[in-house]
């Protein structure tokens, strides 16, 4: 069956940087899964690539350096696959991505750490970024994140309201309980987890518990499960833990609100990604697993791509 695959959820820009000469032209090192011969394979129509900079993550630069940094690489990256790679800003460039065609890279930022303020945040939206987590596992200015209680801040309200004018989604990845109640409380716009899974199947501190999946499906969002063994299960995971995490997820929210955001090569390599998927090429497997699960179709193809695909033309400007 061909897919058309949207990922939400690669650090492209973080991989590449962390192999000092690794070229997302040709195929992933081992033990990597993230490359473009691997997208294309795997029918990826759509990118969610992110630009991850926590103050002091990255050899303890600045979040804005870090950042910077990042962007300059996305576009020596777009440069140089020019045929294959194009940033998706619009609706317009949206409808360009299809099978076969071009890949459309949408920035996600991940940890609003290099946003100094609200009011910068039109410089962000010209660089291409359309969904942004206020915080990763630390917090910041605007918010706790998935290694403490706090919730948001006056700023982070101030951000949600900015975020909300120019039309850009939230990501509740990495927001701690607290921080998400409070996100789905102040946010008007639709809500998205670009790489989440379901606490009820397995009780990790980063996966979404039933309230909130019910209440991102109210908003017309998306809940996506990443591959990360810890996060699916104790001990080695295959394929079908992934279905059942998707499983749990339609069963709540209804399969228009379930997606997927791999996260594949985020920090971690292919030993902890379910055994079966070697790379982004074999995305398509989880899609034949819901198929052979009793999945109907149109389903399946859904949560492949077509939810992103819809929460994406709903949010991106014309
Ligand atoms: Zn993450």
């Known amino acids: 069956m061909g897919w058309f695959i949207v990922d939400g959820h690669e650090d492209v820009a973080m991989t590449l940087l962390q192999d000092e000469g690794r070229d997302f032209g040709a195929p992933a090192p081992t033990g990597r899964g993230l490359s473009l011969p691997d997208a294309r394979r795997g029918g990826l129509g759509v990118i969610l690539a992110t630009i991850f900079a926590p103050e002091g993550y990255w050899h303890g630069r600045s979040a804005m350096a870090a950042a910077r940094e990042q962007f300059r690489l996305y576009e020596d990256l777009l440069d140089k696959h020019e045929e294959h790679l194009f ?11 299809r099978a076969g065609g071009p890949i459309g890279i ?30 990763w596992n630390t917090p910041n200015r605007y918010s706790g994140g998935t290694n403490d209680d706090r919730g948001l801040s006056a700023e982070g309200r101030e951000l949600l309201e900015a975020m909300h004018e120019h039309g850009v989604l939230c990501d509740v990845s990495h927001l701690n309980r607290r921080a ?19 606490h009820a199947v397995y009780p990790h501190r980063r996966n979404l518990v039933d ?21 699916l299960r104790d001990g080695r995971a295959g394929i079908d833990d992934v279905a059942r995490h998707i499983d749990h ?9 379930v997606g997927i955001g791999s996260d594949i090569d985020g920090g971690f390599g292919t030993d902890r990604v379910p055994s079966g998927i070697d790379s982004i090429a074999d995305l398509g497997k989880i899609g034949e697993t819901l198929l052979a699960r009793g999945y109907a179709e149109k389903d399946a193809h859904a949560i492949l791509g077509g939810n992103w695909m819809r929460v994406l033309r709903e949010a991106l400007p014309a």
Do not use: T
């Open 106 to 135: 949408v920035h996600l930022v991940e940890g609003a750490d290099p946003i100094a303020s609200p009011d910068v945040l039109d410089w962000w939206v010209d660089q291409g970024g359309r969904v942004v987590g206020l915080a």
């Open 211 to 231: 309230e909130h999946v019910r209440a991102i499906a109210d908003r017309n969002g998306l809940v996506c499960v990443m591959l990360h063994d810890d996060h």
């Open 87 to 97: 940033r998706v800003e619009s609706r317009g460039d949206l409808a360009l991505c």
């Open 249 to 257: 997820f339609v069963s709540v929210a209804g399969p228009e609100h």
């Open 180 to 198: 998400v109640d409070d996100v789905l409380l102040a946010a008007q716009g639709p809500v998205v987890a670009s790489h989440s899974n379901a």
